[in-house]
């Protein structure tokens, strides 16, 4: 489904009136990129499709996902000693020093029409917004949110989904679910001008970059940090960016969005719209509909929930999202963060060219 420019906007004018603290979270280039989940796969290594990592990086996270490692870890792989192994961490490729946390997500390949090689489509970093959103918000009249507690993770998307399944606006969890994967097509010219969609891809080249787009659930049942299919401890806002919890799920927690830009352009030149859209994530999918991300929580708790409650101060950038405007934030360089790099621990190529995807 296509949303104008303008829709948006005014879409996100009606969000902004009623939200409270926020801010966005700048990740540089990949911790890592390869076969890797410590959710989903926390045994098997390497996993069914390349992520692209960023977060934390500790000398225990990195024997921990080493495969030669991996038998002798197992044991003490918990929610709770996941979330002491990135407290360690020593360094993090996001800009937040408190945040040490780990997103990750399928990486994006283009598929040449003519040699039907695949080459891995460069991306611009991550960027993760933090959102105060819906009615427990304490700016809507709510108790407040709360921050992610120790040892808390989950994901959004479904990596087997190839196909629309529900009308949007049912306002299940499933319709949400389905609807928090988006995208969006960045052009930033008036005779081109950006459009914008949920699930499937679009079919033109994007000159400012193919944008994929996440949303995360933002309410939590206030007792498990994780559950067995790694959702049910989760659900989604009643019209997704924003509206109110389930009764089974009553605390309200930030609402994290991803905002991953792919420079499609750069491959411009080798394909026409009638070759069809040729770019697939890792997960070997060609629709769009298997874009799924994860967060695993790292972050100083106290320093998250300071965050939350004090940093909506209308008279300094924290009202604009400007992490640097919260001084409970201590802000990492660019350059510093680009430096933090996990060495890969799966012995294989995964920016081709190659006639197959790993895995």
């Given amino acids: 489904m296509f949303y104008s420019s303008l829709s948006r906007h005014l879409a996100l004018l009606a969000v902004v009136s009623v939200a409270n603290a926020w801010f966005r979270l700048p990740c540089t280039g990949p911790l890592v990129q390869e076969r890797v989940d410590p959710i989903l796969s926390p045994t098997q290594v390497p996993s069914q499709h390349v992520h692209t990592v960023h977060g934390a ?68 970093g991550l960027l993760v917004y933090y959102q105060n959103r819906g009615s427990l918000d304490k700016a809507n009249g709510g108790p407040g949110l709360k921050a992610f507690p120790p040892g808390f993770r989950m994901i959004t998307g479904n990596p087997v989904a190839r196909s629309k399944k529900y009308q949007d606006g049912l306002g299940t969890q ?63 806002l009643s019209i997704l960016d924003n509206g109110s919890c389930p009764s089974t799920h009553p605390v309200g927690l930030m609402k994290l969005f991803y905002e991953i830009t792919w420079d499609i352009h750069s491959f411009a030149g080798r394909w026409k719209e009638s070759d069809g859209w040729p770019f697939v994530y890792a997960t070997g999918d060609a629709t769009g509909y298997s874009f799924h991300g994860d967060f695993q929580n790292g972050w100083d708790v106290n320093v ?28 990492i360089p660019a350059a510093n963060a680009a430096s933090c790099q996990l060495p890969s621990v799966v012995n294989e190529e995964v920016k081709g060219p190659f006639a197959k995807l790993p895995g």
Avoid at 85 to 90: E, G
Avoid at 107 to 117: A, G, N, S
Avoid at 186 to 209: I, K, M, Q, V, W
């Fill in 174 to 236: 499933a319709e949400l679910a389905e609807r928090a994967i988006a995208w969006a097509c960045l052009r930033y010219t008036t005779s081109n001008p950006d459009y914008y969609g949920t699930g499937g891809f679009p079919h033109t080249d994007c000159e400012a970059g193919f944008q994929s787009r996440l949303h995360f659930p933002a309410c939590w049942d206030g007792k498990n940090v994780d559950s067995a299919d790694h959702r049910s401890h989760v659900a989604f």
């Fill in 304 to 331: 998250l929930q300071n965050a939350i409650d004090k940093c909506n101060n209308p008279n300094d950038d924290t009202i604009n999202g400007v992490a640097d405007a919260c001084s409970y934030f201590t802000m």
């Fill in 57 to 124: 990086y500790s000398e225990e996270l990195a024997v921990r996902w080493h495969p030669v490692q991996l038998t002798r870890m197992i044991p003490d792989f918990k929610a709770n000693s996941t979330f002491d192994t990135l407290r360690a961490s020593k360094c993090t490729s996001c800009q937040v020093a408190q945040d040490l946390s780990n997103y990750w997500f399928p990486k994006l390949y283009f598929r040449d029409p003519k040699t039907k090689m695949f080459e891995a489509v460069p991306n611009g």
